[in-house]
């Protein structure tokens, strides 16, 4: 996939010094080439082995909305502060700059036992790590993470104890 690598931009020192921002939004721009993406990525046996896909606050949902309308799964999101009604279950991470959190609808969780992860990239691990902690401590089951970028020096995966797929890895 040569043509994805060239549609991921880097922005230097975003949002702070020292980052190096891969930004995923230039492959939603090529209609053909985000098809072919979300075609290999809902194929994947992580998504077959899932009930259900969970996405990523906020590129995430790109990518999860449209593997979950590809492979017909349902989506459940994670959101950041403040984004989601209802009973939630939050969780804090901290990430290569900075700290935030995740939330889950409750609701959302009880329909389903087994979930796709998805995102649009895997840096240190923060956000998965955060969203497999939810869904591991109320008994529901993690088949995979599925992202387009992978940061490898930052060695995400390692933190994480379920199978990764990346499409670019850089």
Partial sequence: MKKLIELIETYKDFPNKGIEFKDVLGIIQEPKIFKELVTKMSASQIINNADAIISIDARGFIFGSAISFHASKPMIVARKPGKLPGELFKKYYSLEYGENSLSVQK????K???YAIVDDLLATGGTVNCI???LKSNNKEVTGLLVVVELLKLEG???LDFPIESSVIF
């Avoid at 609701?107 to 009880?110: R, V, Y």
């Fill in 107 to 110: 609701k959302a969780l009880q």
């Fill in 112 to 114: 389903y036992n087994s």
């Fill in 132 to 134: 497999s902690n939810i």
């Fill in 157 to 159: 995966r390692l933190k």
